[in-house]
């Protein structure tokens, strides 16, 4: 069994900074992937940023140049550093694990950016 665990979120004003956290435990043997994706209220989930183990890295237009999205292997972490926030960035984030060949889910963190 895996078990992804998310935290960071938060409400920030617009303009402020969040980092989300996404940490794995369990039998983990090799990841490939990691990512995170977000869905707001009435709208499908979509892609936010994604790293491969060759820490390649892509990002949805919407947050390039804002989001930053990084990885700890010790510590089978990922995290995303959210800065200049606007209130269209307002969605649960969830972090996805390409393990294997199986993908793996957080349970979600609420990010909510309002003044």
């Known amino acids: 069994q895996v078990q992804l665990v998310e935290s960071g979120g938060g409400l920030v004003q617009p303009g402020g900074s969040l980092k989300l956290s996404c940490a794995a435990s369990?039998?983990?043997?090799?990841?490939?992937?990691m990512a995170w994706y977000r869905r707001a209220p009435g709208n499908e989930r979509e892609l936010v940023a994604h790293i491969t183990s060759g820490d390649s890295t892509t990002y949805a237009d919407s947050v390039k140049g804002r989001f930053t999205i990084s990885r700890d292997n010790a510590k089978n972490t990922v995290y995303l550093q959210m800065n200049s926030l606007k209130p269209e960035d307002t969605a649960v984030y969830y972090c996805n694990f390409v393990i294997g060949t199986l993908g793996y889910w957080g349970q979600g963190t609420q990010v909510t950016v309002s003044s």
């Open positions: 369990g039998r983990i043997f090799s990841i490939y992937a």
